[in-house]
């Protein structure tokens, strides 16, 4: 059965940090683009973080540039995503996501083929 969960989410103020991280079991990602997605309520999924399968190339929407930073351990099959300066914006349910066998970075959700079940964020002013 193959699974992807999320950790590492809970309230914080502004301006503080968070580290969240995926780990994946079932079977190997390091095939895998991978992707972090924040969803708030009333509001559709958008990517925060995408990071390809090999040579860890990155993609950042302009809001996230600087703030967040995506990175993954092939080797424990586990993807992160450091956050930074946090923004009451930046709260939503972040979801850690693949692209099965497909190495290339893409920022539709459509795109990703396994998700994880979400991890709460809260930035509070």
């Known amino acids: 059965q193959v699974q992807l969960v999320e950790s590492g989410g809970g309230l914080v103020q502004a301006g503080d940090s968070l580290r969240l991280s995926c780990v994946a079991s079932g079977r190997t990602f390091s095939s895998d683009a991978m992707g972090w997605f924040r969803q708030a309520p009333g509001k559709e999924r958008e990517l925060v973080a995408a990071?390809?399968?090999?040579?860890?190339?990155?993609h950042y929407p302009d809001s996230e540039k600087g703030r967040f930073t995506i990175s993954r351990d092939n080797a424990k099959n586990t993807v992160y995503l450091q956050m930074n300066s946090l923004k009451p914006e930046d709260t939503g349910v972040y979801f850690c996501a693949a692209r099965r066998y497909r190495c290339g970075l893409s920022t539709a959700a459509s795109e990703y083929d396994y998700w994880g079940q979400g991890t709460q964020v809260t930035v509070s002013s």
């Open positions: 990071i390809t399968c090999a040579f860890s190339k990155t």
